[in-house]
């Protein structure tokens, strides 16, 4: 029998297949631990890329934004912020003016206890924290549009600082290519007309996991960016593990162009051939609810080409404690009879966040979606055109029994790892 683990979470699932199964594991290449995060982060940030020190870029008076991620994203920022914190002291900006805006998106508000877990009860006792609200008017400020027609609304007290600071992870993405850099500003505190008017229909259609080069949602945050002025970027490449292999600071393009290319090189991984049954893992704490677990799929489908076979299944072991993790998709879902009425639909428009809705559609037109080991009650998931099954093996057995001679594609970190069936020229050839 061949043996494999993948993850639900924190947990490891083990999965046995028979020797005479067809099966390919896809495995991120091993990149070194960075020994030390602290000093590492601390080099980067000493040595930025395309820009000054962050201590030469701010004077006395100054009012100093630091936009972190929130609890969906998962990077040691309860080291990065006290580096960030000692340069702007450094260069005469005091406690008082600095506000950390979390950068939500159109997610939840972070509670202030996950807030001191996440970034230090210290901390949090000595800033400013304040979760950001793509909803409230008041606390949003218009800036005009994009040359594209865009608006341009954020934060207000972003928009207002005199200096903009940004932290992220650059991994795989399904619309900005590669996430990091601008997009923390460009989306996580952006308002809701901003995140509305980029996650639409058209925009996704032109976007590929992996792509950074000719991508419009890119373009827009780039331009975003620039017009609001973000002034300096820490960003982190990890391991699925959550392990950090490098840090890169500065120019919030060029050091991420930088970390880009090391991105790659560990987590796009040439395939020979397509898999009619992928197993896709999810690594904590994308597990907790089906909005984030279900991203799993996407690099199966939206990379350079699916590398799931059309009518494929895939398979996505994750506990969902926290259930769905929004209403609207599931509510646009359940009102649809089929996959091509979800597309369909998506022309008429929706709100933001309910893209998960048109996502989900374009990959059930390609493949089935399994979701195994799940706290969602198996009639709730049918509701929106996905299938269950107690555990991941009985999932697997079942497929296999179905289709005889199936190749199976085993994904382990499934949101990170990034599968090239052929390699990345010729899979842009083919599409």
């Given at each position: ?220 945050l780039t331009e975003a960016a620039t017009a609001v002025g973000l002034d300096f970027i820490v960003n982190c490449v990890q391991t699925g593990k959550k392990e950090l292999v490098r840090v890169v600071a500065g120019d919030p393009v060029e050091a991420f162009e930088e970390g880009v290319k090391f991105a790659r090189a560990m987590v796009e991984v040439e395939l ?160």
């Amino acid at each position: 029998m061949q043996t494999y683990a993948v993850p639900n979470g924190h947990r490891m699932i083990e999965l046995t297949l028979p020797d005479d199964v067809d099966c390919t594991l896809v495995s991120n290449k091993p990149m070194p631990v960075l020994p030390d995060a602290r000093q590492a982060t601390r080099d980067a940030i000493l040595h930025p890329i395309g820009s000054k020190r962050l201590s030469g870029m701010v004077q006395p008076g100054q009012k100093a934004a630091i936009i972190v991620t929130d609890i969906t994203r998962k990077l040691p920022e309860e080291i990065i912020l006290p580096l960030i914190l000692e340069e702007l002291q450094l260069g005469g900006v005091g406690t008082e003016d600095i506000t950390v805006v979390v950068a939500t998106g159109t997610h939840r508000p972070n509670t202030r206890e996950e807030m001191s877990a996440k970034f230090g009860a210290d901390l949090v006792e000595r800033l400013r924290f304040v979760n950001h609200n793509a909803w409230d008017r008041q606390g949003l400020k218009d800036l005009g549009t994009s040359r594209h027609g865009v608006p341009l609304v954020v934060n207000r007290q972003v928009a207002e600082a005199d200096v903009r600071i940004s932290t992220g992870v650059i991994e795989t993405h399904l619309f900005a290519g590669y996430s990091g850099g601008v997009k923390s500003l460009a989306v996580g505190v952006a308002g809701e007309a901003t995140i509305a008017a980029t996650h639409n229909y058209e925009m996704m259609k032109r976007t590929r996991i992996g792509m950074i080069e000719n991508n419009p949602f890119r373009e827009f945050l780039t331009e975003a960016a620039t017009a609001v002025g973000l002034d300096f970027i820490v960003n982190c490449v990890q391991t699925g593990k959550k392990e950090l292999v490098r840090v890169v600071a500065g120019d919030p393009v060029e050091a991420f162009e930088e970390g880009v290319k090391f991105a790659r090189a560990m987590v796009e991984v040439e395939l020979e051939y397509q898999g009619d049954i992928l197993v896709t893992g999810v690594i904590y704490p994308k597990n907790r609810d089906l909005y984030q677990a279900t991203r799993a799929a996407n690099s199966s489908v939206f990379g350079p080409r699916p590398v799931v076979t059309k009518g494929g299944v895939l398979l996505i072991p994750a506990s969902c404690e926290d259930g769905f993790g929004k209403p609207g998709y599931v509510d646009w879902m359940s009102r649809c009879n089929s996959a091509e009425e979800i597309v369909r639909s998506a022309c008429d428009g929706y709100a933001p966040g309910d893209q998960k809705a048109l996502i989900l559609g374009w990959i059930l037109q390609e493949a089935r979606i399994v979701m195994t080991d799940c706290q969602i009650p198996p009639k709730d998931l049918a509701r929106i055109h996905l299938e269950s099954a107690p555990t991941l093996q009985q999932a697997l057995d079942r497929e296999l029994k179905r289709r005889p001679g199936a190749k199976v594609v085993i994904i382990p970190d499934a949101l990170l790892s990034l599968p090239i069936i052929g390699g990345r020229r010729r899979a842009s050839e083919a599409t």
